[in-house]
T-cell receptor
Framework: ETGVTQTPRHLVMGMTNKKSLKCEQHLGHNAMYWYKQSAKKPLELMFVYSLEERVENNSVPSRFSPECPNSSHLFLHLHTLQPEDSALYLC???????????FGPGTRLLVL | GQSLEQPSEVTAVEGAIVQINCTYQTSGFYGLSWYQQHDGGAPTFLSYNALDGLEETGRFSSFLSRSDSYGYLLLQELQMKDSASYFCAVRTLYNNNDMRFGAGTRLTVKP
């Protein structure tokens, strides 16, 4: 039990679909993160919300759009994805400036 | 730029000791963390070093040398359940909450 939940756990979508990934943390943290994990590649930090403010990450394509309505919830909105976007998307949370990040189980995304 | 290097695979037998190295290059450095990830699971935090030296937590220890931009994770009395991927990660001083991960070391423990 990590205290960070993600839904859905698995998602298959076409390139023209729009879908959203949801993350919820029950740990009272004030920072939340989205990571992309592809096979044999480092975890890639996509977005950070710290004290509900978004830290820009210019290397993430605009087809990924994060939303953080409050400190406990984080969304990743997906539209017109590409097959190379197929990966495990992990959400994490922490206290600002603390080292330990707590990860959710991830959403396994397949883009056809 | 920032980069972290760690071996892609390590194999050891039950009861043995294994060391997983990590070298890093960053524009600013705050500390080195280690995470464990079992197949199909989420990464879980193992240890953190901000200062030079060895930190021990049960069978796992982590070491940091800031002058050498180098650290390692030491796993003792290996058990089958230790088979997993191990990631080193650095936080930079100049990017709040920006954690960069290595590509991971796949540890296989054999009987």
């Amino acid at each position: 039990e990590t205290g960070v939940t993600q839904t859905p756990r698995h998602l298959v979508m076409g390139m023209t679909n729009k879908k959203s990934l949801k993350c919820e943390q029950h740990l009272g943290h004030n920072a939340m993160y989205w990571y992309k994990q592809s096979a044999k590649k480092p975890l890639e930090l996509m977005f950070v919300y710290s004290l509900e403010e978004r830290v820009e990450n210019n290397s993430v394509p605009s087809r990924f759009s994060p939303e953080c309505p409050n400190s406990s919830h984080l969304f990743l909105h997906l539209h017109t994805l590409q097959p190379e976007d197929s990966a495990l998307y992990l959400c994490a949370s922490s206290q600002v400036f603390e080292e330990t990040q707590y990860f959710g189980p991830g959403t396994r995304l397949l883009v056809l | 730029g920032q980069s972290l290097e760690q071996p892609s695979e390590v194999t050891a037998v039950e009861g043995a000791i294994v060391q997983i190295n990590c070298t890093y290059q960053t524009s600013g450095f705050y500390g080195l963390s280690w995470y464990q990830q079992h197949d199909g699971g989420a990464p879980t935090f193992l240890s953190y070093n901000a200062l030079d030296g060895l930190e021990e937590t049960g069978r796992f220890s982590s070491f940091l040398s800031r002058s050498d931009s180098y650290g390692y994770l030491l796993l003792q009395e290996l058990q089958m359940k230790d088979s997993a991927s191990y990631f080193c990660a650095v936080r930079t001083l100049y990017n709040n909450n920006d954690m960069r991960f290595g590509a991971g070391t796949r540890l296989t423990v054999k009987p």
